[in-house]
């Protein structure tokens, strides 16, 4: 069981898996656009192809966004408040919805089912081939007040939106970050507790040629 749990078997651009864990590629971290030109070049775009990430490409954009960038801490790309590293990504593809786990640099599987419609309002969320979704975990933001609690979810997500900005503005992909979020219906999708609030989403893929 403990072999398979980490079994995946890439068909094309998509993949299947056995267990509910998925091990992604090891992000590669050399090569890209120097600091200064990633800004330059960071801008929103609207229009996506419908053309599905490379398993490297989404194991690279999951790394920026939030991975662990020094092991012996577990410390993030991001900063988060306290360290609370209280921000989960969901990451909603046309072969389910997955959690990222920063630690193990992994998805957990959510749910079985495409779901990137009820990421967002607009129509290009359904075509794109990643739809991110920042969730809250309030449990784990120990001592805040709620109104603390709020402007840090707000920064700590923010600093994760930024980093796949710049991410995208070095390997030519598409980004666009969100508020226009039904949260009440993909929260019941996601099966998410009382506890957790969600944040933000961001969609990401190829620009539309």
Not at 115 to 141: E, H, I, S, W
Not at 158 to 175: D, K, R
Request: hydrophobic share 40%; net charge neutral.
């Amino acid at each position: 069981m403990g072999a398979a749990l980490w079994l995946v078997v890439f068909s094309g651009a998509g993949y299947t898996q056995e267990g509910a864990m998925i091990k992604l590629p090891e992000p590669v971290m050399t090569g890209g656009k120097p600091l200064m030109q990633a800004l330059k070049e960071r801008h929103t775009t609207r229009e996506f192809s419908s053309k599905a990430l490379s398993k490297q490409d989404l194991s690279n954009l999951l790394w920026a966004a939030g991975g662990v960038n020094r092991p012996a801490s577990g410390k993030r790309t991001a900063p988060s408040a306290r360290d609370w590293r209280e921000i989960d990504i969901y990451v909603t593809l046309r072969e389910g919805v997955y959690r990222y786990d920063a630690n193990n640099h992994a998805l957990l599987l959510v749910r079985n089912e495409d779901l990137r419609a009820a990421t967002g309002l607009q129509d290009f969320v359904a075509q794109a081939p990643v739809n991110l979704v920042y969730v809250a975990d309030l449990n784990r933001m120990e001592g805040a007040s709620p109104e603390n609690k709020t402007l840090y979810i707000g920064a700590d997500t923010g600093f994760i939106a930024q980093n796949v900005y710049l991410f995208c503005a070095s390997e030519g992909l598409a980004t666009v970050v969100r508020g226009s979020v039904d949260r009440e219906a993909l929260a019941k999708l996601l099966g998410l507790g009382k506890h957790q609030q969600i944040s933000l989403a961001q969609t990401v893929g190829y620009p539309a040629q």
